[in-house]
């Protein structure tokens, strides 16, 4: 699997040029499924913010699911429990990206465990994962214990398909728990490298390789000794 983590969405030419490169082929030739279940696990979404991720409707955002796609469909991975793996598995096969918006990256975590989805991925290397926030954060090991908003047990542990950590949406206009000095602070707690990225940049990763792609702010952090 491809990753392209970033915490705005396609929010620019670099970041545009860097998706097309992963996919190998145009986006009117690809086929993208998109999955909006981290909305479900965040106080701050609603029924009207995954209706707007889903029509790509988001006042000032990135896009994802408006690129000029050859087809767009929605996966939401609450559902899959309860459907065969016969009839969805070859839906995630047949797709060339999986479009993942942001909300709770442990709530994400956890449906893509208990759907099955997470298994399946390890076995399609040309699959491209787009991540928005908390569909980027969910790939890394931990996102810190401010970024959880559900988890019965408290824990911040994610999937850890790569080693680093991801801070989104930095230096973001009026969200104060997002400065530079926040992040900083945060990268501090982290076991391990970590990235605080702008709403301008994303992380591309292939075959363990990372590479940011920016228009705007970042900075990474090396493990903490």
Excluded at 19 to 33: M, N, Q, T, W, Y
Excluded at 123 to 151: E, K
Excluded at 188 to 195: E, I, V
Aim: aromatic share 8%; proline share 6%; charged share 20%.
């Amino acid at each position: 699997m491809k990753l392209l983590l970033t915490s705005g969405g396609i929010t620019n030419e670099s970041i545009q040029a860097a998706l097309v490169d992963l996919l190998g082929k145009p986006i009117a030739e690809s086929r993208a499924l998109f999955i909006p279940t981290a909305q479900w696990g965040h106080p701050m979404c609603s029924p009207e913010t995954v209706w707007k991720g889903t029509a790509g409707r988001w006042e000032g955002g990135g896009a994802l699911t408006t690129l000029g796609w050859k087809s767009v469909g929605v996966l939401e991975l609450t559902a899959l429990p309860s459907i065969r793996a016969e009839r969805w598995v070859p839906w995630v096969r047949d797709a060339d990206v999986l479009l993942v918006d942001g909300g709770e990256a442990v709530y994400l975590g956890h449906w893509m465990r208990e759907s099955g989805l997470a298994d399946e991925l390890a076995a399609m290397p040309d699959l491209v994962w787009v991540g928005v926030s908390a569909g980027s954060m969910v790939m890394t090991p931990r996102i810190g214990g401010q970024f959880v908003d559900w988890r019965p047990d408290g824990g911040d542990e994610t999937l850890g398909v790569v080693d680093f950590s991801i801070f989104p949406h930095l230096d973001y206009p009026g969200w104060d728990e997002n400065t530079t000095e926040a992040a900083r602070r945060w990268a501090a707690t982290m076991p391990g490298p970590a990235y605080a990225i702008d709403d301008q940049t994303a992380i591309t990763v292939v075959e363990g390789k990372a590479e940011v792609v920016s228009e705007g702010h970042w900075e990474h952090f090396d493990a903490p000794r």
